[in-house]
Antibody, heavy 119, light 107 residues
């Protein structure tokens, strides 16, 4: 079946970086964009950006420009999201989700990865 | 940046109809997607392109979009529909924007 499986929970100190992975299966990895969305506890959904696994092209939300990097390894159908200069406000559940493009809905989501930033 | 406003909460009795609004400037000119999120779970796409349903989503879920308001309608509400619901559009600044979210409570 079509699924996205994310890496496990992370605990990081302020100022560090975190890299979350998202492994796709059940479909052609390069045919769908991968988006990253995060959600702080008790808060709403916040979109971070997208990556086209075929071209490697990316688009980041202005809020995260300069701090987020989205990459992929097509040989293992895996997308990555790296967030640097972590602060306590980055503590959240991070989701990957696929979509056919910017105008399309995100129809398959990963299970989420909890990132905790604490000294 | 583009802002999407939803009511924080909607309460509805079982078997009745719930309507969740999503307000945005000229949102009728954009394609709206709706997601359902239950506690501790990832979001699920329930409506795309204003009114289309992905396979597996009950016909009780429908959507509309016109002017400055998009609406998600849940007919014959069931206890299992209790969740948070988010609208989402692709903004002209090339960013996805989510609404503020609505908690649906089944009485």
């Amino acid at each position: 079946q079509v699924q996205l499986v994310q890496s496990g929970a992370e605990v990081k100190k302020p100022g560090a970086s975190v890299k979350v992975s998202c492994k796709a299966s059940g479909y052609t990895f390069t045919s769908y964009d991968i988006n990253w969305v995060r959600q702080a506890t008790g808060q709403g959904l916040e979109w971070m950006g997208w990556m086209n696994p075929n071209s490697g092209n990316t688009g980041y939300a202005q809020k995260f420009q300069g701090r987020v990097t989205m990459t992929r390894n097509t040989s293992i159908s895996t997308a990555y999201m790296e967030l640097s200069s972590l602060r306590s406000e980055d503590t959240a559940v991070y989701y990957c989700a696929r979509a056919q493009g910017g105008l399309y809905g995100m129809d398959v989501w990963g299970q989420g990865t909890t990132v905790t930033v604490s000294s | 940046s583009y802002v999407l406003t939803q009511p924080p909460s909607v309460s509805v009795a079982p078997g009745k109809t719930a309507r969740i609004t999503c307000g945005g400037n000229n949102i009728g000119s954009k394609s709206v997607h709706w997601y359902q999120q239950k506690p501790g779970q990832a979001p699920v796409l329930v409506i795309y392109y204003d009114s289309d349903r992905p396979s597996g989503i009950p016909e009780r879920f429908s959507g509309s979009n016109s002017g400055n308001t998009a609406t998600l309608t849940i007919s014959r509400v069931e206890a299992g529909d209790e969740a948070d619901y988010y609208c989402q559009v692709w903004d002209s600044s090339s960013e996805r924007v989510f609404g503020t979210g609505t908690k649906v409570t089944v009485l």
